[in-house]
């Protein structure tokens, strides 16, 4: 199971979290990986300056906007 996590404290809220957690929910339909792929929030990851901030798995990226998150679920998510 591969688990994206997305950083929904205040600095992120304020930096569009809510839009990237739409784009990645919007990418599970899609793709159809509702049950490989799971999407959660979290509060503060502690890089507040560098929102939005997701985690998946163990590698936390930085600087999400909703414009990155296909690039970013086809290279971590579908490995492309």
Do not use: P, W
Request: proline share 0%; glycine share 12%; charged share 20%.
């Amino acid at each position: 199971m591969v688990v994206i996590s997305i950083c929904i404290g205040s600095a992120c809220h304020l930096k569009g979290a809510h839009g990237v957690l739409n784009a990645f929910a919007a990418l599970l339909q899609k793709y159809q990986v509702q049950g490989t792929v799971d999407i959660e929030g979290s509060f503060c990851q502690g890089r507040c300056t560098e929102g939005v901030v997701i985690k998946i798995g163990d590698e936390i990226i930085t600087n999400v906007a909703k414009e990155k998150v296909h690039e970013i679920f086809t290279q971590k998510v579908l490995g492309r």
